[in-house]
């Protein structure tokens, strides 16, 4: 690597840590608690800005939801229902397209009036320090084989610089009691737990389901909970920062915070797939999840968060689910503490406590994605509406709200998919409207909720999208992932059975293969097949065939940029400037800070002590099998 180079990646490692410095702090200093009761304060943001902005916000967001709302109505008149001769079929399928364009369209009204709600009521915690009486555990986890060892310790270092004043215990969850691990956990002074042979802890369903991130948890929480008040976690491809607990524990301090959860940040941000995953969060992570404060209803997020043990008993433990995270949140949501006979709330920081890896090819990128939607349509279609009567009316309408991002990608995609084949086969029309005023408007309102969305990217959490970034990049990955989407609801519905996939890290990361990209092929082929017949059934013209044309291009984006990528690789001349890894970032960070202090516990005062304490409890556990 030339010299020049050489400085150019030591120049944008500095910035990426000054970066990540400042963003691991957006919630603004930490105060002393106030006397008294303590209750978690919040800073509005829109509030925060000057008065004009927070009216022209307003109105903005006022004539985006009118001017969406008036072209639903306008696009489902009466008068423009075609006139059909006869019944029977033909009836039948103007019917199915009419309703099935008003159910896209109501559902895409629901994401503009959910975001626009979420720019009105986004909000940051005050942070405050933590309570030095509280005793933390850090917990992460390790699948040997499928999670590299080396990725682990690195987490598991960083972990030993969290800055806690009081008892402070960091434990690895080895799913595989694999000797190597536990001879890593030995030199590093860090605690071991396994599972594996106990059947208490491997079952095939419920809390302690085997190979199953929850039921990791769970039977840690079984057998060590009692220990602890409260456990900060990360997934293990996810580096914690020395001031993790100094901006998360304070608000424990309300004995009705039951978790708090910061935002998912990806440093290896050194191609399209990781820098696109990154750009897509952000209307979750930078504005919803700030408005979920306004309801104390944050969505929990595994791969960094803060757990008030007692709080997670009170339903038995992490739920049984392929996202645990959020079934788990919406468990807690909907139940009261037994202590002070209030519903149990969640805390979002915008603080980065966490920086980790995202990932970096098309397939571990669809696996993740299919993960999450499949999650959320198993959650939708079973225990989501047991709890809605549970909850406040505030949660009941923002879980409402936050849930419909997925159906509605998946079934925008599969009905217009099939009114397409409808048309361009049948000649099923559903809706007849002048096709350049229909254009023209339905370009408009996408246009007005672009400029909402791009006007929101001032919350933007992300210490690694370049400043000043409109988010299109992703905007796009959303709607290249529409087939993915419309593919996991479509196996919901034939009750196909999930599985939960560990997404392989660092150098264990997928290569992507023309059968990564199976599922827009299949789609590709559909819709090529629906414009062949409207030609040779002399259905064809522009103005129908304009979105099975657009949604072609968008089945076959993938599968292009993967090959572009792939020609970029072989003509590459020069390297490029190194790219930080998380572990290098937060290193960074560390050496600009204090060493934390830490009480030493008895029984931790050695390694060999700390197996001597493993070795006891594994007796226990023994014993309870």
């Not at 991002?405 to 086969?425: D, E, R, T």
Request: proline content about 6%.
């Amino acid at each position: 690597m030339s010299n020049g180079v050489a400085t150019a990646a030591r120049g944008g490692q500095t910035a990426a840590s000054e970066a990540l410095h400042r963003f691991s702090e957006l919630a603004g200093p930490v105060t002393e608690p106030p006397t008294g009761e303590y209750r978690v304060r919040f800073r509005s943001l829109i509030v925060s800005g000057r008065r004009g902005a927070v009216v022209r916000s307003v109105l903005i967001i006022l004539a985006n939801v009118a001017f969406e709302c008036a072209f639903v109505l306008w696009l489902l008149s009466p008068a423009h229902h075609p006139e059909v001769d006869g019944g029977g079929w033909t009836l039948a399928a103007n019917v199915f397209v009419i309703a099935s364009i008003a159910l896209v369209e109501g559902l895409r009204l629901i994401n503009v009036v959910s975001l626009s709600l979420a720019s009105l009521l986004a909000r940051d915690p005050i942070p405050v320090e933590p309570d030095p009486a509280l005793r933390v555990a850090f917990l992460t986890t390790i699948v040997p084989g499928k999670e590299p060892l080396e990725m682990v310790r690195t987490t598991l270092r960083a972990a030993r610089r969290i800055r806690h004043c009081g008892i402070f215990d960091v434990w690895l969850l080895d799913e595989g009691d694999d000797p190597e691990v536990k001879r890593m956990c030995r030199r590093e002074g860090i605690r071991h737990f396994s599972r594996k042979g106990v059947a208490e802890y491997n079952q095939p369903s419920g809390h302690f389901k085997a190979k199953t991130k929850h039921g990791n948890y769970n039977a840690w929480v079984d057998r060590h909970g009692h220990r602890y008040d409260v456990f900060l976690s990360v997934d293990p491809d996810h580096v914690p920062l020395p001031n993790y607990a100094e901006r998360m524990l304070g608000y424990f301090r309300d004995p009705d915070v039951a978790y708090v959860v910061g935002p998912q940040c990806y440093a290896n941000c050194d191609n399209f797939v990781t820098r696109g995953a990154e750009s897509q969060q952000f209307p979750f992570h930078s504005v919803i999840q700030r408005a979920a404060n306004a309801y104390g209803a944050a969505m929990l997020v595994g791969t960094n968060n803060a757990v008030r043990i007692d709080a997670l008993m009170c339903i038995g433990g992490l739920a049984d689910s392929i996202t645990e995270d959020m079934a788990t949140g919406l468990a807690l949501h909907s139940r009261r503490n037994p202590v002070t006979g209030s519903k149990w709330r969640s805390i979002y920081t915008p603080d980065v406590v966490a920086v980790g890896e995202g990932p970096s090819s098309w397939g571990d990128y669809f696996s993740q994605q299919l993960r999450w939607s499949r999650g959320t349509f198993e959650i939708l279609a079973s225990t989501f509406w047991n709890r809605l009567h549970r909850l406040p009316p505030g949660r009941l309408l923002h879980y409402m709200l936050i849930t419909t991002f997925y159906p509605s990608m998946a079934v925008g995609w599969i009905l217009g998919s099939l009114n397409a084949v409808l048309y361009l086969a049948f000649g099923v029309s559903g809706i007849v409207v002048p096709p350049e005023l229909w254009l023209a408007l339905y370009v408009d309102a996408t246009l007005f909720q672009t400029w909402v969305y791009i006007r929101n990217r001032r919350y933007n959490v992300s210490p690694y999208e370049r400043p000043g970034s409109p988010g299109l990049r992703g905007m796009a990955m959303s709607v290249l992932s529409a087939p993915i989407y419309a593919s996991s609801l479509i196996a919901t519905v034939l009750r196909r059975p999930a599985k939960f996939v560990v997404t392989p890290k660092s150098d264990a990361a997928t290569q992507d293969r023309l059968v990564t990209f199976r599922r827009h092929l299949q789609w590709s082929v559909l819709l090529s097949a629906a414009l062949g017949a409207s030609v040779w059934f002399g259905y064809a013209n522009i103005d129908v065939m304009m979105w099975p044309a657009l949604a072609l291009l968008i089945s076959l984006a993938p599968v292009g940029l993967w090959l572009l990528g792939r020609a970029g690789e072989d003509t590459k001349a020069e390297p490029e400037a190194l790219v930080s890894t998380p572990a290098e970032l937060v290193d960074a960070v560390a050496a600009t800070q204090p060493i934390p202090v830490r009480f030493v516990r008895p029984q931790q005062a050695t390694a060999g002590a700390v197996d001597a304490v493993d070795a006891a409890d594994k007796e226990k556990i023994g014993a309870v099998a």
